[in-house]
């Protein structure tokens, strides 16, 4: 389809701003703009149709099963939506006097409570936009911690193979060296291996549980004592939490910080992209080193600046919105919901690996939690079918494909996660779906490496866009 | 695959040409971009940086990829191939011709493989 | 309760006969018992839609909404027409996940290519990311694409806003950068400083243009200064001031940088607000987060795809010189949206009518005793004196149902950081200095 620019008409427009009423001023010569800034020119009626053109083009939650492994692609309620939008919210200024902002304070407060209880942890902040920044945040609170104890040497984060490329990165930006663990078979943490990379130089471990292959770490407990006897830290990936919650908690597993994603776990949306929410909890130890400001009070709320703050990581106080919609979700599942959503996404997820157990490869065969990998190896030996050959016949039967590829220490791996807001039809026709395609593999393999053949657009030049690439509209 | 007569070789898979005794050209070997797969970038070190034995000095990517290219000696980078930046596509193609970097007064090296050697590596690590 | 689920007690039997389990709970048998909960969670009981409709309007409700407002500092309110808000409520957008799938993710994938263009434009750059999470960590992330071996100083000028500073202080505590601040002099950064002080191997120089007290600094000289060393030029803009001011690259600068909020984005107790990055082509390859790029399809046709993910962390891990991973892809539709609609030409109007509203405010305040500080141009925001108390003025204002300037502290204590946009009729300003006048 056409871009935005091709469609623009010098002359065109909107009618927006009335004229101006006071005497016009305009910059001196010196600070002028020269150069002609070429914007879109559309009537309101052209630029409506544009993105519902767009909008065709584009598969959200609302358009069929989403069952992206690691990604929690559960239903976004619309009371969400709507609450976000009271103008209540959205149209206060965040640098207003406290008295006038009770009722955000109040939102932010009563999310720290809920979701701290949730996490077992004992204080709370908001700033993080996304789950990689909560991770920054959460290793600088580990660096400030061992910082102020003068112990200088706790230089390293100890991190399985199997975590997401998040991790690594997170712990690189906060200065950390990175010690990379090779998981056990199983996919679980090997304690000899984590045993032998502990020492006086371990600022902590990063984990994430249920792990990235869905699988809950049977020796969860010994592994955050191995570290804290270490004189290490330990760091929950709240990733997963969705399989957990009302069913343990990181703060009883040995965790002293967390991130948890709304944007996952919290049911507010993903945005194409974002903006998430990637809040993090600590224990009490490492309360003092929060990111200012905090909030602070009972009945009347205000704002505090901790002198130990590692300091902000962000303008303002984070994705306030966000943090709206994730406080609307846990007020309406309330104290039956929260363990109850946990408690389907993890059926849900054993219904579906057990129906397809027979015909595909599981990478691991044991009670998952609320995610399951395959491996395509078998397959892709057999056939020439890979893991991505599935995911694109998915497409043209109006599923999003599972995560692809990841984790890393699996061979052609497919990541599922159903999530609890699925019905058990839509997980039977899906189910019919994978099985179809397997038969399909065997049978008619050069018609998988075809797909999709449905969608707007069909498999793309990725090689030819990273060599030459092309970033905007080039206007002539 | 494909292999060379006048170049040594490392376990990591790059292949060093010797021009004299302390200057060589380096590049990654057919298997290598065998495995990678359709290059997209590559990122090279700059004239007069100094390498150190075993030490990352390049990497290439590909699409889904990034693998690091380690280098086989000490010494002092002299040439960097500049037609790699616009053209990474050279190293799928013709492996052995398009080095990535000239490396002069070479104090120390590491443990090269000879050909038969090499090819010996290549069958099993293709074997695993 | 309310719930999402729609699983029946029947249907639960089944799947658990399929999977070979008794019960749910048998399903956490990995679970070691002794860290288990028991019991309930301490939350209150799940309520109907009704009622957290009740509870949350009444949170809202202990917000007090001002209607003017003359705050900026960061966040600025300016018109958001009905389209952009209707476009960005679309829930094919709202729910989508990150466009990996690009065959059915075109319509994401192109808005954001789209974007990335539009934001070109503005800043006169060569490529442009798809969104970080604000300007703050927007400026921090241009700062470590500047970090080179032998180059691990980079400066920041104080008269950038002080959550920039801030946010950029914590980022440089984690990657080892060395934060040099240069002082503010006049309203604006000093320049004999950085001519003094300027370390050959300096990695960058970030300044704000306009700065945090509204000022339009001398960006140019500024520019050639951090050139003369061989570091980097980092500007952070207001993206409205582009409409009629020098672009980023105008001024020499090698990264752009701001927060995109005042493109269409609500004010929402700050957030979630937008961070914009463009950068020359040079660098091209240090942004950081995800990039769209146009190719082709099988058959031919033009298509969009997230390109050159080899910077990123899900490929290198460690060596990534960025974590970034969720952005602010909604934002960023939002803001291209409000760009198009605006135009060019509306784009200058909102600058043009914020400056020339921001000058008739600053004439009409020295009138009645609230002088400017500073005696230089700016764009739309500017700081006074108060002639009595700041609290006073601004609780008279508030109590009127007026938001006024932001009372500026430290060594600015006593003077206010005034801002008007289009929003600001003229009506509105006489009746602030009406109630000036008689406090």
Same mark, same amino acid.
């Not at chain 1, 976000?84 to 902002?101: D, R």
């Not at chain 2, 200057?23 to 990678?36: K, N, P």
């Not at chain 2, 590909?62 to 050279?90: H, R, T, W, Y």
């Not at chain 3, 749910?24 to 957290?52: A, M, Y």
């Given at each position: 389809? +056409?871009?935005?620019?091709?469609?623009?008409?010098?002359?065109?427009?909107?009618?927006?701003?009335?004229?101006?009423?006071?005497?016009?001023?305009?910059?001196?010569?010196?600070?002028?703009?020269?150069?002609?800034?070429?914007?879109?020119?559309?009537?309101?009626?052209?630029?409506?149709? /544009?993105?519902?053109?767009?909008?065709?083009?584009?598969?959200?939650?609302?358009?069929?099963?989403?069952?992206?492994?690691?990604?929690?692609?559960?239903?976004?309620?619309?009371?969400?939506?709507?609450?976000?939008?009271?103008?209540?919210?959205?149209?206060? /200024?965040?640098?207003?006097? +406290?008295?006038?902002?009770?009722?955000?304070?109040?939102?932010?407060?009563?999310?720290?409570?809920?979701?701290?209880?949730?996490?077992?942890?004992?204080?709370?902040?908001?700033?993080?936009?996304?789950?990689?920044?909560?991770?920054?945040?959460?290793?600088?609170?580990?660096?400030?911690?061992?910082?102020?104890?003068?112990?200088? @040497?706790?230089?390293?984060?100890?991190?399985?193979?199997?975590?997401?490329?998040?991790?690594?990165?997170?712990?690189?930006?906060?200065?950390?060296?990175?010690?990379?663990?090779?998981?056990?078979?199983?996919?679980?943490?090997?304690?000899?291996?984590?045993?032998?990379?502990?020492?006086?130089?371990?600022?902590?471990?990063?984990?994430?549980?249920?792990?990235?292959?869905?699988?809950?770490?049977?020796?969860?407990?010994?592994?955050?004592?191995?570290?804290?006897?270490?004189?290490?830290?330990?760091?929950?990936?709240?990733?997963?939490?969705?399989?957990?919650?009302?069913?343990?908690?990181?703060?009883?597993?040995?965790?002293?910080?967390?991130?948890?994603?709304?944007?996952?776990?919290?049911?507010?949306?993903?945005?194409?992209?974002?903006?998430?929410?990637?809040?993090?909890?600590? @224990?009490?130890?490492?309360?003092?080193?929060?990111?200012?400001?905090?909030? @602070?009070?009972?009945?009347?709320?205000?704002?505090?600046?901790?002198?130990?703050?590692?300091?902000?990581?962000?303008?303002?106080?984070?994705?306030?919105?966000?943090?709206?919609?994730?406080?609307?979700?846990?007020?309406?599942?309330?104290?039956?919901?929260?363990?109850?959503?946990?408690?389907?996404?993890?059926?849900?997820?054993?219904?579906?690996?057990?129906?397809?157990?027979?015909?595909?490869?599981?990478?691991?065969?044991?009670?998952?939690?609320?995610?399951?990998?395959?491996?395509?190896?078998?397959?892709?030996?057999?056939?020439?079918?890979?893991?991505?050959?599935?995911? @694109?016949?998915?497409?043209?039967?109006?599923?999003?494909?599972?995560?692809?590829?990841?984790?890393?220490?699996?061979?052609?791996?497919?990541?599922?996660?159903?999530? +609890?807001?699925?019905?058990?039809?839509?997980?039977?026709?899906?189910?019919?779906?994978?099985?179809?395609?397997?038969?399909?593999?065997? +049978?008619?393999?050069?018609?998988?490496?075809?797909?999709?053949?449905?969608?707007?657009?069909?498999?793309?030049?990725?090689?030819?866009?990273?060599?030459?690439?092309?970033?905007?509209?080039?206007?002539? | 695959?494909?292999?060379?007569?006048?170049?040594?070789?490392?376990?990591?898979?790059?292949?060093?040409?010797?021009?004299?005794?302390?200057?060589?050209?380096?590049?990654?070997?057919?298997?290598?971009?065998?495995?990678?797969?359709?290059?997209?970038?590559?990122?090279?070190?700059?004239?007069?940086?100094?390498?150190?034995?075993?030490?990352?000095? !390049?990497?290439?990517?590909?699409?889904?990829?990034?693998?690091?290219?380690?280098?086989?000696?000490?010494?002092?980078?002299?040439?960097?191939?500049?037609?790699?930046?616009? !053209?990474?596509?050279?190293?799928?193609?013709?492996?052995?011709? !398009?080095?990535?970097?000239?490396?002069?007064?070479?104090?120390?090296?590491?443990?090269?493989?000879?050909?038969?050697?090499?090819?010996?590596?290549? !069958?099993?690590?293709?074997?695993? | 309760?309310?719930?999402?689920?729609?699983?029946?007690?029947?249907?639960?039997?089944?799947?658990?006969?399929?999977?070979?389990?008794?019960?749910?709970?048998?399903?956490?048998?990995?679970?070691?018992?002794?860290?288990?909960?028991?019991?309930?969670?301490?939350?209150?009981?799940?309520?109907?839609?009704?009622?957290?409709?009740?509870?949350?309007?009444?949170?809202?409700?202990?917000?007090?909404?001002?209607?003017?407002?003359?705050?900026?500092?960061?966040?600025?309110?300016?018109?958001?027409?009905?389209?952009?808000?209707?476009?960005?409520?679309?829930?094919?957008?709202?729910?989508?996940?990150?466009?990996?799938?690009?065959?059915?993710?075109?319509?994401?994938?192109?808005?954001?290519?789209?974007?990335?263009?539009?934001?070109?434009?503005?800043?006169?750059?060569?490529?442009?990311?798809?969104?970080?999470?604000?300007?703050?960590?927007?400026?921090?992330?241009?700062?470590?694409?500047?970090?080179?071996?032998?180059?691990?100083?980079?400066?920041?000028?104080?008269?950038?806003?002080?959550?920039?500073?801030?946010?950029?202080?914590?980022?440089?505590?984690?990657?080892?950068?060395?934060?040099?601040?240069?002082?503010?002099?006049?309203?604006?950064?000093?320049?004999?400083? &950085?001519?003094?002080?300027?370390?050959?191997?300096?990695?960058?120089?970030?300044?704000?243009?306009? %700065?945090?007290?509204?000022?339009?600094? %001398?960006?140019?000289?500024?520019?050639?200064?951090?050139?003369?060393?061989?570091?980097?030029?980092?500007?952070?803009?207001?993206?409205?001031?582009?409409?009629?001011?020098?672009?980023?690259?105008?001024?020499?600068?090698?990264?752009?940088?701001?927060?995109?909020?005042?493109?269409?984005?609500?004010?929402?107790?700050?957030?979630?607000?937008?961070?914009?990055?463009?950068?020359?082509?040079?660098?091209?390859?240090?942004?950081?987060?995800?990039?769209?790029?146009?190719?082709?399809?099988?058959?031919?046709?033009?298509?969009?795809?997230?390109?050159?993910?080899?910077?990123?962390?899900?490929?290198?891990?460690?060596?990534?010189?960025? %974590?970034?991973?969720?952005?602010?892809?909604?934002?960023?539709?939002?803001?291209?949206?409000?760009?198009?609609?605006?135009?060019?030409?509306?784009?200058?109007?909102?600058?043009?009518?914020?400056?020339?509203?921001?000058?008739?405010?600053?004439?009409?305040?020295?009138?009645?005793?609230?002088? &400017?500080?500073?005696?230089?141009?700016?764009?739309?925001?500017?700081?006074?004196?108060?002639?009595?108390?700041?609290?006073?003025?601004?609780?008279?204002?508030?109590?009127?149902?007026?938001?006024?300037?932001?009372?500026?502290?430290?060594?600015?204590?006593?003077?206010?950081?005034?801002?008007?946009?289009?929003?600001?009729?003229?009506?509105?300003?006489?009746?602030?200095?009406?109630?000036?006048?008689?406090?």
């Amino acid at each position: 389809m +056409e871009l935005i620019f091709d469609k623009s008409c010098e002359g065109r427009g909107c009618s927006i701003l009335p004229e101006c009423d006071v005497p016009i001023v305009l910059p001196s010569d010196k600070d002028k703009r020269a150069k002609k800034l070429n914007l879109p020119e559309l009537s309101e009626n052209d630029l409506s149709r /544009h993105y519902t053109e767009l909008i065709k083009r584009t598969y959200g939650i609302n358009d069929g099963f989403y069952p992206l492994g690691s990604c929690t692609m559960k239903y976004n309620p619309k009371i969400n939506e709507d609450m976000a939008n009271l103008p209540g919210f959205t149209k206060i /200024h965040p640098l207003q006097p +406290e008295y006038s902002v009770q009722g955000c304070l109040e939102v932010l407060q009563l999310a720290k409570g809920y979701l701290c209880e949730i996490t077992g942890m004992d204080d709370m902040t908001f700033q993080p936009a996304a789950g990689a920044h909560g991770e920054f945040t959460g290793l600088l609170l580990i660096k400030a911690y061992h910082a102020n104890r003068g112990d200088v @040497k706790r230089t390293n984060i100890i991190i399985p193979d199997s975590a997401h490329g998040t991790n690594p990165a997170s712990a690189a930006i906060a200065g950390f060296t990175v010690v990379s663990i090779p998981s056990r078979t199983d996919g679980c943490v090997d304690l000899e291996k984590l045993k032998e990379a502990v020492g006086e130089d371990t600022a902590g471990l990063m984990l994430t549980n249920p792990n990235t292959v869905g699988l809950f770490d049977k020796s969860i407990v010994e592994i955050t004592k191995i570290v804290h006897e270490s004189g290490g830290l330990t760091y929950y990936d709240g990733a997963n939490l969705n399989a957990v919650m009302g069913i343990v908690r990181p703060g009883d597993m040995g965790f002293d910080v967390i991130h948890i994603n709304l944007h996952k776990t919290f049911s507010t949306p993903h945005g194409g992209g974002g903006p998430g929410s990637g809040p993090v909890g600590c @224990k009490k130890l490492l309360a003092e080193f929060l990111p200012a400001p905090t909030i @602070k009070g009972t009945k009347v709320l205000s704002f505090e600046f901790n002198s130990k703050s590692i300091g902000r990581v962000k303008s303002f106080y984070g994705n306030f919105l966000v943090v709206v919609r994730a406080l609307v979700y846990v007020l309406t599942l309330g104290k039956e919901g929260i363990p109850e959503a946990s408690k389907n996404a993890v059926l849900n997820a054993n219904y579906m690996m057990a129906r397809l157990s027979d015909l595909y490869d599981m990478a691991y065969n044991e009670t998952c939690m609320h995610e399951f990998v395959m491996s395509l190896e078998g397959l892709k030996k057999e056939t020439g079918v890979c893991a991505m050959d599935i995911a @694109k016949g998915l497409l043209d039967n109006g599923i999003h494909p599972p995560t692809m590829y990841f984790p890393m220490i699996v061979h052609e791996a497919l990541m599922i996660e159903p999530t +609890e807001t699925e019905s058990k039809e839509t997980i039977d026709k899906a189910v019919e779906v994978f099985r179809a395609l397997h038969t399909m593999a065997k +049978e008619n393999a050069e018609a998988l490496l075809r797909a999709p053949i449905s969608t707007p657009v069909r498999r793309l030049d990725e090689v030819g866009a990273a060599r030459y690439p092309k970033l905007k509209y080039e206007y002539t | 695959m494909n292999f060379q007569e006048d170049v040594m070789y490392t376990e990591s898979h790059e292949w060093i040409k010797f021009i004299d005794e302390t200057t060589v050209l380096i590049g990654i070997t057919d298997f290598a971009q065998h495995e990678l797969g359709d290059l997209v970038f590559v990122n090279l070190p700059q004239i007069d940086d100094a390498l150190t034995v075993g030490k990352t000095f !390049a990497d290439v990517e590909s699409v889904k990829a990034v693998s690091d290219v380690f280098s086989p000696v000490s010494g002092i980078v002299c040439e960097v191939n500049q037609d790699l930046l616009d !053209a990474p596509q050279m190293i799928n193609e013709a492996p052995y011709l !398009a080095w990535l970097i000239k490396v002069s007064n070479i104090s120390e090296q590491k443990k090269m493989l000879n050909l038969e050697q090499y090819r010996e590596f290549v !069958a099993q690590e293709s074997e695993k | 309760m309310g719930t999402y689920v729609s699983t029946t007690e029947r249907e639960t039997k089944e799947m658990l006969e399929v999977i070979g389990q008794k019960t749910v709970d048998g399903l956490f048998c990995h679970i070691p018992e002794e860290v288990k909960t028991k019991g309930d969670l301490n939350l209150p009981k799940g309520i109907s839609e009704l009622e957290v409709r009740k509870k949350m309007e009444n949170l809202a409700a202990k917000n007090i909404m001002f209607s003017s407002i003359f705050r900026g500092a960061g966040a600025y309110n300016h018109y958001i027409p009905s389209i952009v808000k209707n476009v960005a409520a679309k829930e094919e957008f709202v729910t989508a996940y990150t466009p990996y799938q690009a065959e059915i993710s075109q319509g994401i994938l192109q808005s954001i290519f789209e974007y990335q263009t539009m934001i070109c434009q503005l800043t006169g750059m060569d490529s442009s990311n798809a969104s970080v999470y604000d300007g703050a960590t927007a400026a921090a992330e241009a700062i470590a694409m500047c970090k080179e071996r032998k180059r691990e100083k980079a400066y920041i000028s104080a008269t950038a806003h002080p959550d920039v500073i801030a946010t950029v202080k914590t980022y440089c505590f984690g990657n080892g950068i060395e934060l040099i601040l240069v002082p503010e002099k006049d309203g604006v950064t000093d320049e004999a400083f &950085l001519n003094a002080n300027l370390y050959k191997a300096a990695a960058c120089l970030y300044i704000q243009q306009p %700065n945090y007290y509204g000022i339009i600094e %001398n960006a140019a000289l500024i520019g050639e200064a951090i050139h003369s060393v061989g570091g980097k030029y980092i500007i952070g803009a207001n993206p409205i001031s582009l409409g009629a001011l020098k672009s980023p690259k105008e001024y020499g600068a090698d990264i752009a940088v701001g927060e995109g909020q005042p493109l269409g984005l609500p004010l929402a107790f700050g957030g979630p607000y937008l961070g914009f990055m463009a950068c020359v082509e040079a660098m091209t390859r240090k942004l950081p987060g995800r990039i769209v790029g146009e190719t082709k399809d099988l058959d031919g046709k033009r298509a969009y795809v997230l390109t050159l993910q080899a910077r990123e962390q899900h490929i290198r891990r460690e060596k990534a010189s960025s %974590n970034i991973c969720s952005n602010q892809a909604l934002c960023a539709l939002t803001a291209a949206v409000y760009m198009a609609t605006m135009g060019s030409a509306g784009i200058y109007q909102v600058a043009i009518q914020s400056r020339s509203k921001a000058q008739y405010m600053a004439d009409k305040l020295g009138e009645i005793g609230f002088d &400017l500080v500073y005696n230089k141009e700016f764009f739309n925001e500017f700081v006074t004196t108060s002639p009595g108390s700041v609290k006073k003025a601004l609780s008279t204002l508030e109590s009127n149902g007026i938001l006024g300037g932001f009372p500026l502290t430290g060594d600015k204590e006593g003077t206010i950081l005034w801002c008007c946009t289009e929003m600001n009729s003229k009506d509105e300003i006489d009746q602030v200095i009406k109630i000036l006048k008689e406090v």
